[in-house]
């Protein structure tokens, strides 16, 4: 039982809690935490208390940027570019993203139709805050990634959740998606590959979705292709803003991040109809303006640059994505896909549930994730925040030692459950 003393402070912390919730701007107050970075601050208090924590909560290439990129970067430092940049980024970087969409995506955009912002995070919130009015409706493909929802939230929309099926690769159906469209249906967003599934959407798939959308004149894709070079199909990529009928609807999304290895960087842009890419920047313009200067001189040189490291890279993230589905299928109670890209598992957990230790009862896949994190010191994210409760992500962007490891933990705290 607690002591009066720790009752009262506790009841202080809570008072606290709730003046600042009032003091708040109701759209903060709204929102909620994200998911994969409130796993990864825990994670990081345990492993300053000296646990030994294994942490696969966050998206995040655990390779290094290619060399190229960084002499880029150190000669952009060289060469004076120390001062604010252009708010829809620099010529020689839009020229070179509008050659990567022609060359990789067969999207013919032109530079003017490009906007660069602070990571492909940025882009997104960016693009719904100019696209969509209060009371649009957003249909979201679940599972999604955490901040799809929120952002919809902050542009004063209502999100339209529609579920991939399992039994689907978690993939949303064509028809499933027509069935959802309303009078107020503004805008569709989805990842593929997909961040947290894996998930990746095939040329029929998008062009099925690609007829629904050409139906539908007052409905636009928001494209999010941050995985794009991490795809283990033997079709490859497939980009749903190469489809003609309407390419002009299309925002496609896309970035550095994940394919050069370049999180902390903070590059991302948009490739769109020319008033979109101009309502973008007009917005930018008032809230960041020109993203980091020597940043964007090292992305010229990742999108003008050879793909030998990307290749490299997405090599061992499909190695590691077998020995980790491998693994995971033989822990009783997981249930798990084969990803056909991204650095993710994403088993379904759900026959967990009602199980206990004992001391903790799992009652979803919240409970199993802070559980195995205290038990097992794995830390992984819950399906909750990915709009998918039962189940749980597993980031694979670790060394194959550690994912070995992390899994034969979560295997030995699972058997302790009854």
């Not at 829809?88 to 999207?107: E, Q, S, T, V």
């Not at 997909?194 to 050409?214: C, W």
């Not at 795809?231 to 003609?244: D, L, Y």
Request: hydrophobic fraction near 40%; aromatic fraction near 8%.
């Amino acid at each position: 039982m607690a002591s009066i003393d720790q009752l009262i402070t506790n009841s202080i912390i809570q008072m606290a809690v709730a003046e600042q919730e009032v003091r708040l701007a109701d759209r903060i107050n709204a929102l909620e935490e994200s998911s994969t970075l409130g796993m990864t601050k825990k994670a990081r208090e345990l492993a300053a208390q000296g646990h030994k924590v294994i942490s696969l909560s966050v998206g995040e290439p655990d390779f290094k940027t290619p060399q190229h990129i960084c002499e880029a970067a150190k000669k952009a430092i060289d060469d004076g570019f120390h001062g604010y940049s252009p708010v829809a980024g620099y010529p020689d970087l839009r020229k070179a993203i509008a050659d990567k969409l022609k060359r990789d995506n067969n999207i013919d955009w032109k530079p003017e139709n490009i906007v660069v912002s602070t990571g492909a995070k940025h882009s997104l919130a960016n693009v719904l805050q100019v696209l969509v009015n209060p009371g649009d409706e957003v249909v979201i493909f679940a599972p999604y990634w955490v901040s799809y929802s929120e952002m919809v939230k902050l542009a004063e929309g209502t999100s339209v959740i529609l579920d991939g099926a399992f039994d689907n690769n978690f993939k949303v159906t064509a028809e499933q998606f027509e069935a959802a469209i309303t009078p107020k249906t503004k805008v569709v967003m989805f990842a593929s590959p997909n961040n947290p599934t894996g998930s990746v959407y095939s040329e029929a798939e998008l062009r099925a979705i690609g007829d629904v959308v050409a139906r539908h004149e007052n409905v636009f894709v928001v494209a999010d292709e941050i995985y794009e070079y991490i795809n283990f199909t033997a079709e490859g990529h497939f980009s749903i803003g190469s489809i003609p009928e309407i390419k002009d609807r299309v925002i496609t999304v896309n970035g550095v991040a994940k394919g050069h290895a370049m999180t902390g960087w903070r590059i991302g842009f948009i490739g769109a109809a020319k008033w979109i890419a101009d309502g973008v920047e007009k917005l930018q313009g008032q809230v960041t303006s020109g993203t980091n200067s020597i940043a964007q001189k090292a992305a010229v040189a990742a999108f003008n640059g050879p793909l030998d490291d990307a290749k490299k890279m997405k090599e061992a993230y499909q190695r590691r994505r077998e020995l980790v589905v491998g693994k995971l299928k033989e822990i009783p109670g997981f249930k798990v896909n084969v990803p056909d890209g991204a650095f993710y598992a994403f088993p379904d957990i759900s026959a967990l549930f009602g199980k206990s230790d004992g001391t903790t009862t799992i009652h979803n896949s919240d409970d199993f994730c802070n559980w195995l994190l205290d038990q097992a010191h794995v830390a992984t994210v819950a399906g909750s925040g990915f709009g998918a409760p039962n189940c749980m992500r597993i980031s694979t962007a670790a060394a194959d030692e550690q994912l070995a490891e992390a899994c034969e933990r979560i295997k030995a705290a699972v058997a302790t459950l009854s």
